[in-house]
């Protein structure tokens, strides 16, 4: 079943996105050659603890950090490590809080030093796909009607949406119902209502949209080994459309 926030709720969860949209701020100021991923777990969490929050994704489902870490090939999920990062890499972070009894969640990718051309194109094209989604979000609409968009225009700049991983209803749960797709037709799944919160995530690949699950049991990689870039925002439904939640 799909909940329908208060409006008291949704102020929370908009608090807790707020917390997370400052911390990227912090975080993507450390991004750079050299640093360990494990460097920017710890101060995603070091933030979020002083915020008066807690991580929501360390421990859930057996995840060991607060923050995923995952670079090129890797769409999501990555452990953080020792592992650094190098000229050229991207960098997706993804994470969320627990705040006052709700989750938020968001997600990014960045640049490691100089990348190339079309790794900056994948990167823009990933965002823009974010927004157009977002701005499928009306009251009366389907949720196949943001899954069709993000496909189409996706699939018109030459790359690929992964299709076994997806957006979801966030709450008192960090995933409820639904699972929103990035790929579909158009006037299928659910009517989006007011009140309805939710996270988009489309998920893009240079190469094939198929995945696979890394060594450490945790991380899904392209299984071509081709790049990946990840973008996330939360959003609560208004009768104007989309409040997205996860921004300063």
């Known amino acids: 079943m799909i909940t329908i926030k208060t409006p008291e709720e949704i102020k929370i969860m908009a608090e807790g996105g707020k917390i997370l949209a400052k911390i990227i701020k912090e975080l993507e100021k450390r991004v750079k050659p050299g640093v360990e991923t494990q460097e920017l777990d710890r101060l995603a969490e070091s933030l979020i603890f002083k915020s008066g929050g807690e991580c929501s994704f360390k421990n859930y489902q057996s ?3 607060c923050l995923c870490t995952s670079i090129n090939e890797e769409i999501v999920h990555a452990v953080p490590s020792a592992r650094r990062l ?3 890499d991207i960098l997706s972070l993804d994470w969320g809080i627990f705040y006052k009894g709700f989750h938020a969640d968001m997600a990014v990718t960045l640049p490691v ?4 051309p079309e790794v900056q194109r994948l990167i823009r094209v990933t965002k823009k796909a974010l927004k157009r989604g977002i701005n499928k979000v009306k009251p009366g609409n389907t949720f196949g009607d943001i899954s069709n968009t993000i ?3 996706v699939e018109s700049q030459g790359f690929k949406v992964v299709r076994e991983l997806c957006g979801h209803g966030i ?3 960090l995933h409820q119902e ?3 797709l990035n790929y ?3 006037r299928t799944g659910s009517k989006i209502k007011e009140g309805m919160v939710f996270c988009l995530e489309p998920m893009v690949t240079v190469g094939d949209w198929r995945i696979k699950k890394g060594k450490d049991g945790q991380v899904f990689e392209t299984a071509d080994g081709s790049l ?4 996330e925002h939360m959003m609560a439904v208004t009768k104007d459309g989309a409040k997205v939640l996860t921004v300063v």
């Open 63 to 65: 995840f060991p950090a």
């Open 86 to 88: 190098k000229e050229g």
């Open 113 to 116: 030093g100089k990348i190339s």
């Open 151 to 153: 496909q189409r225009y």
């Open 171 to 173: 709450g008192r749960e």
């Open 178 to 180: 639904p699972q929103i």
């Open 184 to 186: 579909g037709k158009r």
């Open 228 to 231: 990946s870039a990840h973008f």
